[in-house]
């Protein structure tokens, strides 16, 4: 296996391999549990009244897709990272269903994740290049229709993904397996159940590429055309607001000051509208830093199947939690770059702590009295 690894894959990854196995289930539990938090005040922020919107619609399915796969993911690291028990008992029928649960789970919640971010990318789009058309294009019924649509078809984009493996019993002994020796106190034998890749090679090589092209690379092509497009429409709005600036500073006559003042109106609501643009770049951004790696790599996978085994797998773990990363910091995006989220999460926390204080008082109050 190390001359594999050295074969396909870059010097050293076996040894990064087995220094990160043992850090990684504390430092993803870590992430998991605190995207599960920030995820949660997305949710509880996002879909209040007065943050009604279809940008906010978005990100509030894309928040549930993000909360769905960490809850998912504490029991799974904790049961193949975290000994905690016999690592014979790790391998039961039981357990073994569970992680291939897990592999077709969490690959579904977060194709949904990037279909959504895709979405939100159109949505915002549309929105500066076409804003008469906005409330149109971009109405409740449409949103909540693209929203659905990701949580409905992506399941079915991934479940190929059902049929790359399948659970293997063996017998184990002192004798014939190492690995689970120092765990057979037992006087009996034990059937441990492995999950495993087909043996359809050609079966493999097709859904290794619906993996990399159609569940990875095309939505990051799709982001990275969309970002681009944004990013232009931000600099035209710029260069724009720039000439408003200078000709303000002329001095224009009546006729020029009436359609100054027009465009100045315009030019506040252009720059909501940026705010809120660049804090959906950043979040784009952060999606396309952890995907386009995956994506490629699953396409040399693809291309060369021995390297799956001996270099992709290296770097699984690394890419599990750069993903769960990516997925617990949108709440810090959102609190730095919209005050809007700001001040409705304060309202909130305000709201949470008077109740609390309130309690006590209230709890007095209604206390019964004798009287002898």
């Known amino acids: 296996m190390a001359n594999e690894t050295d074969l396909y894959c870059v010097p050293g990854a076996t040894s990064f391999n087995k220094v990160y196995s043992r850090l990684h289930g504390y430092i993803a539990i870590v992430i998991c549990i605190v995207g599960s938090a920030t995820n949660s005040i997305n949710i509880t922020v996002l879909s209040r009244r007065e943050m009604s919107s279809p940008t906010n619609s978005i990100l509030t399915g894309l928040a549930v897709a993000d909360l769905l796969v960490m809850l998912e993911y504490i029991p799974y690291v904790l049961h193949m990272n975290i000994k905690i028990g016999p690592q014979v008992n790790k391998n039961t029928y039981t357990w073994t269903v569970f992680v291939y649960f897990h592999s077709i789970f969490s690959q579904t919640f977060h194709t949904i994740s990037i279909w959504l971010a895709v979405t939100l990318a159109v949505w915002r789009y549309i929105a500066i290049a076409y804003p008469h058309r906005n409330r149109t294009w971009c109405s409740k019924r449409n949103t909540s229709i693209a929203i659905v649509?990701?949580?409905?078809?992506?399941?079915?984009?991934?479940?190929?993904?059902?049929?790359?493996?399948?659970?293997?019993?063996?017998?184990?002994?002192?004798?014939n397996n190492s690995q689970f020796a120092e765990d057979l106190s037992l006087p009996q034998n034990r059937t441990i159940y492995v999950l495993e890749m087909s043996k359809n090679k050609e079966l493999v090589m097709a859904i290794m590429w619906i993996y990399s092209v159609i569940l990875k690379l095309v939505p990051c092509i799709a982001l990275?055309?969309?970002?681009?497009?944004?990013?232009s429409k931000l600099t035209t709005t710029d260069r724009r607001r720039q000439k408003l600036l200078k000709r303000s500073s002329v001095g224009p006559n009546e006729a020029e000051k009436q359609c100054l003042a027009e465009e100045s109106g315009a030019g506040r609501r252009?720059?909501?509208?940026?705010?809120?643009?660049?804090?959906?770049?950043?979040?784009?951004?952060?999606?396309?830093?952890?995907?386009?790696?995956q994506g490629?790599?699953?396409?040399?996978?693809?291309?060369?199947?021995d390297f799956f085994k001996s270099c992709y797998s290296m770097f699984g773990d690394l890419m599990d939690v750069l993903a769960l990363f990516t997925s617990s910091v949108n709440f810090v995006l959102y609190c730095s770059m919209s005050r809007q989220f700001r001040c409705t999460f304060a309202r909130l926390v305000r709201g949470m702590m008077s109740t609390a204080e309130d309690s006590p008082k209230l709890a007095v109050k209604q206390e019964p009295t004798t009287q002898v």
């Open 224 to 231: 990275s055309i969309l970002s681009t497009c944004l990013i």
């Open 149 to 175: 649509s990701a949580y409905v078809i992506c399941p079915f984009l991934c479940l190929p993904i059902y049929f790359a493996m399948h659970i293997v019993s063996s017998e184990v002994t002192a004798q």
């Open 270 to 293: 252009s720059n909501r509208t940026d705010r809120t643009t660049r804090m959906l770049l950043a979040v784009l951004g952060l999606f396309l830093s952890t995907e386009v790696p």
């Open 296 to 305: 490629l790599l699953g396409l040399v996978s693809a291309l060369a199947p």
